[in-house]
Structure formats: C-alpha cells, structure tokens
C-alpha cells in the first residue's frame, strides 16, 4: 500500500518526538512492504518565526494532499508571557483542527501492565482501565464568537457556541464506538449550568434512543472529573465538549503513569492528524529525554484508522509494551535512574519491529 504522511514536528521537543515516530513508521512499513512517502511542512511557533503564520498556507495543501498528517506539538514560552502577543502558535493548530473538519478527537485512555506502579492512583483502581474519550475539536468556546475584550480593556469574554449538527455528528461517532467496544457512551457536560449543554442532552436523548442495546448515562463535568480518578474503570466511551474534554484527558493521563503516554487521532471531513496529547515541553527540547511513546503510539492509531492496517498498528504497540516490560524508558517513567533518551527508546522500539 502507499502511504502519502505530512509531518508537522512542530516546537519545543516536537522535532526530536516526531523523528522516533517516523523511524518507527519506516520500519513498519519496510517489514510489512508499504511504500512511504513523507513531507514535513512548519507549523506553530517556527512557522511564526519563519513565515509570520502559525499554519502557512503550504502547510495546508500538503496536509490536504496527504492521507495522514503526523503532529508533534506547538507552544512556546516567548508566546505564553506575552498576553498581548498578536499571533499565538496555539492558533496554528485551531486553525488546521478547524480547516480540515477535524471535528473528532479521539483520545484512548488505557493502563499498560508494566507502568501500573507509576500511577499516583492505587494500582487496583487503575489497573485495567480502558476508555475512550471522544472530545468535539472545532466547537465551543474554543471558536465561539464573539471573543475579546471590551473597548476600555477592563472586561474580556468568550462564547460557547453548538449548534444541533455539530452535537450530532459527534454523539453518533460516540455511539458507533461503543457498538465495538462494552456498549456504554457516557455523555459528559454541565446541562445544570450551560445552555450549550442542555442542547447536547437534548439531542443526545432524541439520538439515546436510536441505541436501546447501549447504555447511556449523563454525567456532570465536575462529577465526571472525580469519577475519571477515583473509579476509571467503569467507562468505556466518553464523549465530551471541546473545553471539557481538553481537561479531562489531561486529567486521565494520570491513570496512566505519565502524560508522555497519551496518543490521539483527531478525525473529521478531511485528511485526520495523529498527535500525541501532550504539549511542546519546551524545557526539555533538544535535551534528548523527551518520552516519544505518546508519538509512537500516535502512528499506530494512524495505521489503524488512516490506512485500516490492524496488524500494523498492532505490532507497534505490542513493541511499546516490550520496551516498558523491558525498562527501556524516558526519565520520566524510568526506575532507579536508569533512563534512557529519546531515541534510544526509538532506535530499540525499531529493532523490535525488524
Ligand atoms: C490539546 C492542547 C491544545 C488544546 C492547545 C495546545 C491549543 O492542550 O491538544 O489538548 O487546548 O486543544
Ligand atoms: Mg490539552
């Protein structure tokens, strides 16, 4: 098969993630005799200093034109001490989750067996734990308008905004994964509170109905963001608001012992972008002890569901779990001091694969 990837290293430790996740693409590819062609285009606060846009036009077409974009992270601290700053690397990736429909993010929240410990949760509160947060990504208050700041400067705001067809097309996806997993959707939203979410429940119960063989529960954000840390094994998809669902992955990444864990796949009308959930962690960048998992497993989740090659994406991960049984590990999960850098855990994952 041929497979056509954009890659968007991005900043901070985004370069040195996003190269073990495409050594690790190659070396599938080699053993499984695809053929890959690659591009790498700027995105975020490089593309600022580069071209004066976050998300150049280039970057777009080649994203377009590809089957699949690889995304490392953006953000940088120039930006973030800057209140005023006219443009922010954060808008680079709203801008290509919006231009390219990515209406889905889907984040899988799983243990792996050999890192139980690393939890700051009780390993038999955690162990086990497999779920699926399903967060709309190009809604809410992330892009409602009006957004800014009254003429005296003295008051800001934003607008949360859905409307009836953004809530559908997400709950049904939340419903079409439940189908092929344990057949609950958890609805996660605030209907006490926000209009906006009186309008996800409403929709949700007309939709509720369409599933009588999956189970359907409604549960309040702040309820949900303690029964994610105090009892995570009783979910199995749950599908959220933009706003609450970038919390509570966040939050989720605990169970698993690091946040360098996480992958993503963000979906929608155009090409789908894989990306790790963690940011740019720009204190680490060009240190080589960034944890690349989180990126590696990102291209599994996009030979899954870019190209449906099970097998691949399946051999990734059993390679992850190898090199964790094997303490072949970033600092940040490593015992004992005996950390390995970034890309001697890529360079062993890739040998594990050939
Ligand atoms: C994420 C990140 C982004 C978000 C930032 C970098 C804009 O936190 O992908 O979760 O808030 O969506
Ligand atoms: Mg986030």
Redesign the pocket.
């Known amino acids: 098969m041929k497979l056509n990837i954009a890659v968007l290293p991005g900043d901070g430790i985004g370069p040195e993630i996003i190269s073990q996740a495409l050594k690790v693409t190659e070396a599938i590819c080699d053993k499984f005799g695809h053929d890959l062609v690659y591009e790498h285009a700027l995105v975020g606060a490089c593309a600022i200093d580069a071209v004066g846009n976050p998300y150049p036009d280039a970057t777009h077409e080649l994203c377009m034109s590809s089957d699949a974009v690889l995304f490392g ?3 940088s601290p120039k930006y973030d001490n800057d209140p005023t700053a006219k443009v922010r ?2 808008q680079g ?2 801008a290509m ?1 919006k231009k390219l429909g990515l209406y889905a ?1 889907i984040r899988p929240v799983t243990t792996f067996p050999s890192l139980v410990h690393k939890s700051p949760l009780r390993a038999d509160l955690v162990d086990g734990t497999d779920f699926m947060c399903i ?1 709309e ?1 190009t809604g809410g208050i ?1 892009f409602g308008r009006p957004q800014g700041r009254s003429e005296d400067g003295r008051t800001a705001y934003d607008t949360c905004v859905y409307t009836v067809e953004e809530i559908d097309r997400i709950v049904r996806l939340a419903y079409k994964y439940a189908e092929q997993r344990r057949k609950k959707v958890t609805i996660v939203d605030k209907a006490n509170i926000l209009s906006t979410s009186r309008l996800w429940r409403q929709e949700a119960q007309k939709i509720e109905k369409e599933f009588p063989h999956i189970e359907t529960e409604y549960m309040f954000v702040d309820n949900a963001a303690m029964q994610i840390i105090q009892w995570p094994k009783r979910f199995d998809v749950m599908v959220t608001e ?2 609450f ?2 919390i509570l ?2 939050e989720a990444s605990v169970i698993t012992g690091s946040l360098g864990m996480l992958p ?1 796949a963000s979906i929608g009308i155009h090409t789908s972008v894989f ?1 790790p ?4 962690y720009p204190q680490a960048a060009g240190k080589n002890i960034a944890n690349p998992l989180a990126t590696i497993l990102s291209a599994a989740l996009m030979f899954e569901y870019a190209f449906n090659l099970q097998e691949e994406g399946q051999l990734i991960r059993n390679a992850v779990d190898a090199s964790l049984a094997e303490g072949i590990v970033t600092e940040d999960i490593a015992e004992n001091g005996k950390a390995c850098k970034t890309t001697e855990v890529g360079q062993w994952i890739v040998e594990y694969i050939l």
């Open positions: 992270a953006i953000g690397p954060e990736l709203l989750r993010n967060r990504l992330y933009n706003m669902g970038d992955t966040d993503s990306e959930i963690h940011g740019s």
